[in-house]
């Protein structure tokens, strides 16, 4: 778990600093990789939570 919310800050700063980046250079790549990252993270975060639910869902059954 530890390991999980380490690279969800770590996300959140690489989506951020893309932003910054794009604000301040105004270069359309980084805005891209700031949404390329964004899409990976949110899909990466529902299968997490995806399998978490079905664990729930399962092990009662076993």
Do not use: C, H, K, Q
């Not at 380490?6 to 996300?11: G, K, P, Q, S």
């Not at 949404?35 to 529902?46: D, E, G």
């Amino acid at each position: 778990m530890l390991l999980l919310r380490l690279l969800a800050v770590l996300a959140g700063i690489g989506i951020a600093g893309s932003v910054f980046a794009y604000f301040f250079t105004r270069d359309s790549r980084y805005l891209a990789l700031a949404w390329r990252l964004f899409r990976y993270t949110l899909i990466i975060a529902l299968v997490f939570f995806a399998l978490l639910i079905v664990e729930r869902v399962l092990v009662p059954f076993v």
